[in-house]
């Protein structure tokens, strides 16, 4: 192939590479599914675009097939095979030039994808580091946390018989079970009359009954919390090894938790740009294929790579999602919530708005990334239905 060929096709790859040099991976406001849109409207334009350029070639060789079969004059067929060649040459060198332009789309577009579902993934963090406390859920499913009960439970401990009487340890005091039955025994035989007694039941029935029914409960979605929260740290620890992976082959090597406070990604583009610039050039050597297929390798790997996290990602999000939705049933299950709400402590109330609000956000900030078969393909390997 000539020099001044060679130069004519990079001026118009570059030209056209630089088309998208303004693609950002800055997308704090963008969905991933308009990233897989964009995905697929770029790597469509830069398909056509090739495809242009390929068939004025094909053409071109159509009619030298046509000169060929009729040319007689020696000199004139070795002319002609040379062009042929060097026709070839060009189509070669568009199909690689094609594919890189193609990888740096996907590429950007990975990135993008992955700032998203870090924010997402931290977001997730600080939900489930707020949901549901120990301490909140001591407070609500223990009944010697409620003033109602401790008042009573004083008042029955001046009135028992200090002869025969006696009181909990510490430790079995604090035990709902032990401390809800040594109240109703000491109830029952305290020097209280009747009517008292009533009276002093009725401030701590509700009390008893809710924290009896539900205290098993409460603690179920307090350790289901704790364990989607341990599986959400893996789920980050995953995606920041797969960052490291990802920009490895770019030369980048800033945690991902440093390149989003140092708001560092224009460092990542230039990194990737480099990386592309080396590849043209051993696009065009013509004698580093070899070195050309190992660079186009490292850089889709990683992208293989995300998918593999991006199904982690939603299997973490449809369990997550159907946790809460078992623990809005544990919550609704109560049922004297209205012949109670009046003794319920705010936190519980607090508790069940909570629930809501993180089951909107797993079908909403949280849900699943949905990549059918079409955009799974344009990921992967940058092919779309164009034809």
Same mark, same amino acid.
């Given at each position: ?111 993008? &994808?992955?700032? &998203? ?71 029952? &035989? ?9 009276a002093e039941l009725q401030k701590i029935e509700c009390i008893l ?39 490895k082959p770019i030369k980048y090597q800033t ?133």
């Amino acid at each position: 192939m000539s020099k001044l060929t060679k130069l004519l096709i990079l001026i118009l790859v570059f030209g056209f590479q630089n088309s998208f040099s303004n693609t950002t991976f800055d997308n704090k406001d963008k969905k991933i599914d308009q990233i897989l849109t964009e995905l697929s409207a770029e790597i469509n334009t830069t398909t056509k675009y090739y495809s242009n350029l390929k068939q004025e070639i094909y053409t071109k060789l159509n009619q030298l097939n046509k000169n060929l079969k009729t040319e007689i004059v020696l000199e004139n067929k070795l002319n002609l095979l040379i062009k042929k060649d060097q026709l070839k040459d060009q189509l070669e060198l568009l199909r690689l030039s094609e594919k890189s332009s193609i990888n740096k789309i996907r590429y950007l577009k990975g990135l993008s &994808i992955i700032k &998203i579902l870090y924010e997402k993934v931290l977001s997730l963090d600080h939900h489930f580091s707020s949901i549901a406390t120990f301490n909140e859920i001591n407070k609500i499913s223990n009944p010697n946390n409620y003033q109602e009960f401790s008042q009573v439970k004083d008042m029955l401990n001046k009135k028992k018989d200090k002869k025969t009487g006696f009181n909990l340890t510490s430790l079995l005091g604090q035990n709902i079970y032990t401390s809800a039955i040594d109240m109703v025994v000491n109830l029952f &035989i305290s020097d209280a009359s009747p009517k008292e007694k009533n009276a002093e039941l009725q401030k701590i029935e509700c009390i008893l009954d809710f924290t009896l029914r539900m205290n098993n409960d409460l603690n179920t979605i307090y350790f289901e919390t704790s364990f989607l929260q341990k599986s959400n740290d893996k789920v980050m620890k995953d995606l920041e090894r797969l960052f490291v992976d990802y920009t490895k082959p770019i030369k980048y090597q800033t945690s991902l938790k440093d390149c989003r406070s140092n708001d560092d990604w224009d460092i990542v583009r230039e990194k990737l740009n480099s990386f592309l610039e080396k590849l043209d050039v051993a696009i065009n050597d013509g004698n580093k294929q070899q070195k050309v297929l190992e660079m186009q390798i490292d850089l889709n790997f990683p992208i293989d790579r995300l998918l593999q996290f991006i199904t982690q990602y939603n299997s973490f999000i449809d369990q997550g999602g159907k946790f809460y939705e078992k623990f809005k049933i544990i919550l609704d299950s109560y049922e004297n919530e209205q012949q109670c709400n009046s003794s319920l402590p705010p936190a519980y109330k607090k508790l069940k708005s909570d629930i809501d609000i993180a089951i909107e956000k797993f079908n909403t900030a949280y849900k699943p990334v949905e990549i059918n078969g079409s955009k799974m393909k344009e990921i992967l390997y940058g092919i779309n239905e164009y034809d």
